[in-house]
Nanobody, 120 residues
Framework: QVQLVESGGGLVQPGGSLRLSCAAS????????MGWYRQAPGKERELVAD???????NYADFVKGRFTISRDNAKNTLYLQMNNLKPEDTAVYYC??????????????WGQGTLVTVSS
């Protein structure tokens, strides 16, 4: 009953910027917490940043001062502004949402993932 669709991934040079978006659609009661995760080749998926419905944010140490997470509740859309990108930021980035469905509770929904490649 809910789908997350990401956009904005691509190839950028070190020091460049990129903005990811994730739009939620479908039938659901509400969206609570949302977050961005990433998975590099040969590594486990890790949290990048998350944000509550009340706009409280939390960041992993390796992105503090460089990335900014935000959301537009009216548009049901999550964003990740990535500045000063480094080669080690190369990964598949996934959006995640905790959703209260019309007939279910505490649903965990994942986007399909979008590839970010940082290389000269």
């Amino acid at each position: 009953q809910v789908q997350l669709v990401e956009s904005g991934g691509g190839l950028v040079q070190p020091g460049g910027s990129l903005r990811l978006s994730c739009a939620a659609s479908g039938r659901f009661f509400s969206i609570n917490d949302m977050g961005w995760y990433r998975q590099a080749p040969g590594k486990e998926r890790e949290l990048v940043a998350d944000i509550t419905r009340g706009l409280s944010t939390n960041y992993a140490d390796f992105v503090k001062g460089r990335f900014t997470i935000s959301r537009d509740n009216a548009k049901n859309t999550l964003y990740l502004q990535m500045n000063n990108l480094k080669p080690e930021d190369t990964a598949v980035y996934y959006c995640h949402a905790e959703v209260a469905g019309l007939f279910s509770r505490n649903l965990e929904v994942w986007g399909q993932g979008t590839l970010v490649t940082v290389s000269s």
